[in-house]
């Protein structure tokens, strides 16, 4: 049975200290929250909650409201939305279909993925009207308020959230408009999303990056100084720029578990060999089919996981020699599987989706 949580708690910005109001929370029936000796949970005065008995607490508790109307509530004033996460890269979803306008934002939005005064997310999704004969449009902000081109993560939980929406079963798919072009989720039978996310782009002025091709027009194996470290890096672009990199002057295979990635993402983000600063995978090579990937999201810094990034590591991998075409993709939050398809030049994404719980808060 899916429980109901109605949490009537402020929530402010650490910067402007403006309220944005109660939260209410819907927990589907596939999660419990269950009630742990190790920890103490403290909540504020005015903390109320509401939930069927499906969740273990200490209060009476009732049921109200099922997953389906919870979704498709209109009220005035409000923001539904959803919060889920592909390998723990999370993001709050929206229901935008009736406007060409994200209905909050990108300043809203910072508020929101804020993790200790918002709900908490790396970035902000919308699904808005298809355009260009495409059946829904995606729009993001990230948590710094910027708009990235595209998600890979992102998209598969796009995906799962419309098939809640739209109220599909089975297998079945849909195109979706994105900053990146046109892009074709497809839900399979065990739940996972398969993402034929389109052609790599490799030439350098395309990723965009000012270092110099040396490799049909194409930035493969390059050394770049960052802060006085020379890096081997190659450049693609999946709609969203990336800098992939396996090895540093000294050092053939990064561990990457060992990388101080706080110190070290930002200095690759804004190089100014990235006019658009960039994403950067940092990558171990531990086969010709598996690789280990850290990752700095531009615009959101260290995540769990970047779908993206994930695609175009194998597609540096491939040029550079260290794996073949079709590679499972460890990242933190867990695995990825890519494809890139010689027949068509395109690659392929399948990984999970999985919805945290559904909300409400005050405009």
Not at 13 to 34: A, D, E, K, M, Q
Not at 250 to 269: R, W, Y
């Amino acid at each position: 049975m899916a429980i109901t949580a109605t949490i009537s708690v402020p929530i402010t910005s650490p910067s402007t200290h403006r309220s944005l109001g109660s939260v209410n929370f819907f927990i589907p029936s596939s999660r419990s929250i269950l009630a742990s000796p190790q920890r103490t949970f403290q909540y504020p005065n005015n903390f109320r909650l509401v939930a069927s008995s499906s969740m273990t607490t200490e209060s009476p508790v009732k049921t109200t409201t099922s997953s389906i109307s919870f979704l498709h509530q209109n009220e005035t004033g409000f923001l539904h939305f959803a919060k889920y996460h592909g390998l723990g890269n999370d993001f709050v979803l929206i229901d935008n279909r009736d406007s060409s306008e994200p209905k909050i934002s990108s300043e809203k939005a910072v508020q929101l993925c804020d993790r200790n005064f918002g709900v908490g997310a790396d970035g902000v999704i919308f699904v808005l009207p298809g355009i260009n004969g495409t059946d829904y449009t995606m729009r993001i902000f990230n948590s710094d308020g910027s708009e990235p081109e595209m998600c890979g993560n992102g998209v598969r939980c796009f995906a799962k959230f419309v098939s809640q929406l739209e109220s599909l079963h089975g297998r079945h798919s849909f195109t979706i408009h994105t900053g990146a072009g046109k892009i074709v989720p497809e839900v399979l039978e065990d739940g996972n999303v398969r993402v034929d996310m389109g052609e790599p782009i490799l030439k350098a002025s395309d990723v965009p990056t000012k270092l110099s091709p040396n490799k049909d027009h194409a930035v493969v194996k390059s050394e770049i100084d960052v802060d006085g470290v020379i890096w081997n890096v190659t450049c693609v672009s999946m709609g969203n720029p990336h800098c992939v990199t396996f090895s540093r002057k000294g050092i053939q295979n990064l561990l990457v578990d060992e990388l101080k990635l706080a110190e070290i993402g930002p200095k690759f983000e804004h190089h100014e060999m990235f006019p658009a600063r960039t994403n950067t995978e940092f990558v171990q090579v531990l086969s010709d089919s598996h690789l280990k990937m850290r990752v700095w999201e531009r615009g959101a810094g260290a995540t769990l996981a970047c779908g993206t990034g994930a695609c175009a590591t194998v597609v540096a991998a491939v040029l550079e020699g260290h794996a073949g075409r079709n590679c499972t993709v460890d990242l933190p939050g867990g695995p990825l599987q890519i494809e890139w398809k010689d027949e068509d030049n395109h690659v392929y994404m399948t990984g999970s989706a999985d919805l945290v719980y559904y909300g409400s808060l005050p405009l």
